[in-house]
Nanobody, 123 residues
Framework: VQLQACGGGLVQAGGSLRLSCAASGRTFSMYVMGWFRQAPGKEREFVAVITWSGGSRNYADSVKGRFTISRDNAKNTVYLQMNSLKPEDTAVYYC?????????????????WGQGTQVTVSS
């Protein structure tokens, strides 16, 4: 599966952005979809994950209550709605796909990655 992320940009603290990640192919619903981010000088970290039909979602503690992951299998797209953004949310955001859900916080478990989209939150 090939992934294409978009929707990043520059926003003031307290603002919102919605990231999208479009997948190629007809098997999108067979993949668990995750969002990760990497800030300058830091390791890539887990942000959110959603299961195949969207029945289960999990979030990093740092974004819980502010970010919402969703998916539309008919459109082969996963979304990340980001509200109440903070300067510490500044990072390159990546979408990723995996067949398994068991180790969803570990980026090594995701064989497929999008190219990343920059999110910058100004104070």
């Amino acid at each position: 599966v090939q992934l294409q992320a978009c929707g990043g940009g520059l926003v003031q603290a307290g603002g919102s952005l919605r990231l999208s990640c479009a997948a190629s192919g007809r098997t999108f619903s067979m993949y668990v979809m995750g969002w990760f981010r990497q800030a300058p000088g830091k390791e890539r970290e887990f942000v959110a994950v959603i299961t195949w039909s969207g029945g289960s979602r999990n979030y990093a503690d740092s974004v819980k209550g502010r970010f919402t992951i969703s998916r539309d299998n008919a459109k082969n797209t996963v979304y990340l709605q980001m509200n109440s953004l903070k300067p510490e949310d500044t990072a390159v955001y990546y979408c990723a796909a995996a067949r398994a859900y068991s180790d969803y916080k570990n980026d090594n478990g995701y064989p497929y990655w999008g190219q990343g989209t920059q999110v910058t939150v100004s104070s």
